[in-house]
């Protein structure tokens, strides 16, 4: 028997298939403009080749949840997050997820229950969509900031707005300052801006860090070093929302 967990981000839709032990499939994909199209999209990619009867039940969670329409269940990523990574590593008790265009800080029990959550959705400030709008700046993207930032000195970046920012880098590239120390200082940036929820948050025991984001190691680098404390990093960072809406569908 098999359970699916739809998460639908506001930069990208992920799907799990799970069988009560393991991740069987998943599926990642860019949301686009419709999370209803491209929810529906990721989930039949999931299920090509898959006995329908075998499936338990399928759970929708993440800001797009709300359009889809052939879930069993609509589960808040606060939640989901939390199942999913307390799967992983039951030692976790404090997470910082950053996401598509908001980020948020989550703490668990012994028994992975949520007991606290703080959650900016206010502003893109330190997010995915700032990260992918600062670094296309740059002619570069998400997937490869890190080869760009890799040993540079971080240029400060003042200006968290999304749209500050970029007249920002835009006045740093016409004052010759290499790509490179911009690219580490959008990171140093973002990875302020993990602090400073952390700090309006509680930061208790060990630390997880999911989303897109995660799956930079020099903002996990950085993110270490202010923190002085080491991150627990999932092996894919950007599925555990999905992953743990399919743990909730497998009871």
């Known amino acids: 028997m098999y359970s699916i967990g739809v998460d639908s981000g506001s930069v990208a ?13 998943k599926v990642t994909i860019p949301t686009g403009w419709s999370p209803k199209t491209t929810s529906r999209q990721a989930y039949d990619m999931l299920i ?57 800080v989550i703490n668990i029990d012994e028994n992975g229950n949520v007991v606290n959550f703080i959650m900016n959705d206010k502003c893109a400030a330190g997010t995915g969509k700032f990260l992918e709008v600062t670094s296309h700046k740059l002619g570069s993207d998400i997937e ?13 970046i003042s200006s968290m707005c999304t749209v500050f920012a970029e007249s920002e880098i835009v006045s740093l590239l016409a004052q010759d300052i290499p790509k490179e120390n911009i690219a580490a200082g959008i990171l140093k940036s973002i990875a302020n801006k993990g602090v400073s929820i952390l700090n ?24 270490e070093n202010n923190l002085n404390k080491k991150i627990f990093i999932a092996e894919d960072a950007q599925i555990v929302g999905a992953l743990g809406a399919a743990i909730i569908g497998y009871k």
């Not at 839709?13 to 499939?25: P, Q």
């Open 144 to 156: 490869n900031i890190d080869d760009l930032a890799e040993g540079a000195t971080p240029e400060n």
């Open 48 to 104: 090509d080749g898959i006995d329908k009867d075998k499936i338990k039940k399928v759970i929708g969670t993440g800001y797009g949840r709300i359009s889809m329409d052939f879930v069993d269940k609509k589960v808040t990523e606060i939640t989901c997050h939390t199942k999913g990574i307390f799967f992983l590593n039951k030692n976790i008790r404090t997470i910082l997820d950053i996401g598509g265009q908001d980020s948020k």
């Open 200 to 223: 309006k948050g509680r930061l208790e025991g060990e630390l997880a860090f999911t989303g897109g984001l995660a799956q930079s190691k020099e903002l996990v680098k950085i993110l």
């Open 13 to 25: 839709t992920k799907a799990v298939l799970f069988d009560g032990e393991k991740i069987v499939k």
